[in-house]
């Protein structure tokens, strides 16, 4: 065998047919195409539950459907022996089915109880259904009995027996009283798992007459009631408390059975005063984690899914405060049979081997029988190609014609299985099932997965070719057994064609398939997390990249489930805006990017906050003459940790309405102790600060009232002003209602003259702020004392201030007064102080007024504005700067204090000498001639002194703009112009003049002229174009080219410019082929262009071809001498016409250029 069928060997085992990706799938495929002209024992597809319990109300339906080729026919067994159908006119079978339909109306469904059996057979063999078992479902009637009221003690145990009717299947029982209510349960009372309903000890609340069972029937949707129970609870002799005791099960231990992937429900109930509390363990092990549960209050332990592993004692403990007790309850584990492994159908080509396989498990262990078509193997003819070996049937060298169908029968007490596999025996050239050039696609680095699927018989070998290379299995390609091949890390360079041969004995077969690998679609920009505030916009990114064959789709989620759908939120191309953001769209966003291949995710939080909500529950507690405790609860800080927490009081006394921010407090503190003042009725309110804002206020707390106290503060910013020389005025800053401590708050204002034996002067003053006292002495010191007194008492004694008397202006000049002249701008002035008893004040310093009189040279238009120095009183000199040389100056100087200035001194006046005179006005050139200019300028404006003359200079510039040789000339003060002559033509030079006194010479001005062209050399400056040597020169080269132009044409197009496109390629003229070759332009034409002449070629108006304008003609061509014929035999002449159409059409793609052309395009 290939290396594929060794593979399928397992323990002597032919490994099955396999299609596609379904390797238990060893069956026909279902293709028609395959189907077509292929046989196939019968396999049942569809039948009846094996226990079926039917509605005595409705027709029975018992489904039995099967598959094969060709179609089987299908017969039933009841209660063992063949029914007869066709007999049964109340019995239908469905065609081409084996389904039948009993109609049961006016007959009675016990009738048609029974076990039946489906058998699907054809010429290849037959298939068996399952034994279905037929029973009717029932609701039978309650017994009727007396039921006698039950009379039991306060506290004593009791139990209420339901026993409803025996149904099918068992009905479902419940408790109510007469109003259809369901009767209350606890730990005390509650309901078994058989229906009755136990008291674990009884109250005087259960004394009534209407305890009444329910039992509900499923399949005939019926309910049934018991009489009703009356329970009467006496209370002459209660029952005391006790300890548990077992009342379901009884006794210390008890057995349960449960089946292997049953539910276990263990129960146990017990006696108890207190009402004892029940607790499940097991004993040597742990309860299943994750399948079970407790139920019925704890009363009920249940377990889903029964492993073996589930066996062995489970310990109930029931305990009240007088003690425990606890049952054992054993469980057993059995298991109806269940496959290890089912059998399987086999497929084989003549002359093959294979085995049949049945392993099946249980507890206790099933026993195994074989049937060939419904007949038990041991009674069937005998095949030397078939034996039997542990429980397997080995089948070898089979033949054609030898197909069966097998059933393997595994049962036990609690049950049993049937399977049915069919032996076919086939001889099939190979078919590939997989659809022809089917495309793959795939992500890069992920798995790729070509499939094969093919069938034949002999099983097909495959081989897989990628773009004609041989696929080997390996590190990059697996080949799995049913033969499709998997790239494990699929990459761009796995992208092309494969290709899948199938071949057997008896023949192959090919099929394509493409893989096209992907570029993976990832988020470039992912959403991030936000922290918004409230009512704000909360905007989420999510880019991507993805291959450009794939559209992506965005999907956004909240909190893994679809967006709200609400108009606030706006999903972008690659975006999520959420606008006026509120509490509830705080949570996790999610941003899936998904193509048809794969897809790409990203999270991101959205944190909303807000300010905090205000605190509440203010409590004052610790209340003290002088302090309080206050007390709160914060409020939801939303998202955004309180920062501190801001205490605000209002003094309803004296400015009720108004807050004030008292004190801070860190945000982790909830309580705070505050400092009062005397004499205030307080509320106070507490605000919470977040990195958002400050929240609402909270509610005020309770008034709290402080008792009055005599005042603890004097006024503040005492001072002592002098307003006038005969007085001065005393101003504090009043208390606030808050520091007065008490009802009639006064001021005592107290005053002396300093350094002086005298008592002090008092008065108290209320509701004011300052007081002036009159009658003193100018400038004279005082001590000065406000001091704050209520009904309770004076204030602290009040701190002395100092302070005078009003000032009166100074009464004398500063005098020595001398001014000395340094220089044309500056001058030195000095003064002697004034006596300090003539200041009448505090001296503040000196003013030293100056003016410029008049310019020395000329009579100025307008006075000059005074100037005005301040110098500190203990100044007595200073320099005066910025004066204008050669002029007149007045100054006088005074003494000021706080009241104003004093007299002034005699006025000094001084003279400045002279100075540099200031810079030429007006400079400008004028008169530009080609070898000389005039050079003009205006006197300066401030002379300063007597002008003596200029100084002027000139320098010519380059075009590189470097200096030549600097000139100079001396001019006289009254010279305003100069003239320069012998200078260059057309020559840039610079000018420098400069004003002069007996100081000197003071600014430069400068100024730039350019002398005027040679007209003689502008003459000789003509343009080249015009000259007629010029002209000729121009004319003989273009009659040169003109002229090659010409020879070229005549050369290129040597050998024949006919549109005759055939004689031209069958001839190859070497000549016409190499400019085909260089441009397309000659030779060959296009075939859109085969019949327009060439621009400039000389065509009669007759249509024929001079032989004189070419070397060659048609007659080299073989087609004679005439040349008045095309390719197609049509008069050639008809081309001419259409030479002027398609020159105005500027076709110029195949026209030869003219020399007129060539000329224009070459200049």
Known sequence: MDRKRSCTLCGGAVMLLLLGHMTNALEVPLDPKVLEGLPQPPTITHQSPKDYIIDPRENIIIHCEAKGKPHPSFSWTRNGTHFDVEKDSKVIMKPNSGTLVIDISGEKAEAYEGVYQCIARNEHGSALSNNIVIRQSRSPLWSKEKVEPITVQRGMSLVLQCRPPAGLPPPIIFWMDNNFQRLPQNSRVSQALNGDLYFSNVLMDDNRNDYICYARFPHTQTIQQKQPITVNVLDNSPSGERAPTFMQPPGMHSTSMVLKGDTLQLECIADGLPTPDISWSKVNGELPSGRFSFHSFQKTLKITEVTDADGGDYRCLARNRLGSNHHIITVVVRAAPFWISAPQNLILAPKESGMLTCRADGNPKPTVTWSVNGIPIENSHKDPSRKIENGNIILSDVQTGSSAVYQCNASNEYGYLLGNAFVSVLAEPPRVLTPPNHVYSVITN???LLDCASFGSPLPKITWFKNGQSVLDGDLYIIHKNNTLEINVARPVHSGKYTCIASNSLGNKENHVYLEVKEPTRILRQPEYKVVQRNSVAEFECKVKHDPTLIPSMIWLKDNMELPDDSRFEVGSDSLTIRDVREDDEGNYTCIRNTTLDQDSASAMLTVVEQPDPPTDLELTDQREHSVRLTWTPGYENNSPIQLFLIQYEDSLHKPGVWVNMTEVSGTRTTVNLELSPYVYYSFRVLALNEVGLSQPSAPSRQYRTNPAQPDVNPSDVEV???????????????????????GLQYNVSWRQKDVDQQWNSLSLANVSQYVVTGTPTFTPYEVTVQAVNDYGPGPTPEVVLGYSGEDLPTMAPENVKVSVQNGTMAVVSWDAVPLSTVQGRLNGYKVSYWNLRSLHKQDPEPKKPQELIFQENETE???????????????????????????????????PEGVPGPPADLKVENLNLDSLVVKWAPPVEYNGHLTGYLFKYQPINTTDELGPLKELLLAANETSVTLDNLKHSTRYKFYLNAKTVKGYGPTVTEEGVTIMDEAMTSKQVDIATQGWFIGLMCAIALLILVLLIVCFIKRNKGGKYPVKEKEDAHQDPEIQPMKDDDGTFGEYSDTEDHKPLKGSRTPSNGTVKKDDSDDSLVDYGEGGDGQFNEDGSFIGQYSGKKEKDTAEGNESSEAPSPVNAMNSFV
Do not use: M, V
């Open 446 to 448: 992920s798995r790729a």
């Open 721 to 743: 002003i002098g307003t006038s020389p005969d007085s001065l005025t005393i101003t504090w800053k009043e208390l606030t209602g808050l520091e007065s401590n008490g009802p």
């Open 878 to 912: 200073s320099l005066l700067l910025g004066l204008h040389p050669y002029s007149q100056y007045n100054l006088n100087i005074r003494a000021f204090n706080g009241k104003g200035d004093g007299p002034s001194s005699p006025n000094q006046i001084f003279e400045t």
